[in-house]
């Protein structure tokens, strides 16, 4: 499992702690060429979109 992949599935189970929190983490992640932009975008759009 790659970083998105994980990430992506810590958004859908609503695992992840504060928003706040995944953000940062998402950030480091785009920074450290661990996602891409576009994987960056999915994932910030999932976390806004989450209940």
Not at 17 to 24: A, F, V
Not at 27 to 39: C, H, K, S, V, Y
């Amino acid at each position: 499992m790659n970083t998105y992949d994980a990430c992506k599935k810590l958004i859908e189970n609503g695992r992840y702690g504060s928003k706040e929190d995944m953000l940062l983490k998402l950030d480091i992640f785009l920074l450290g060429n661990r996602i891409t932009q576009a994987e960056y975008n999915q994932l910030v759009d999932m976390l806004n979109n989450a209940t």
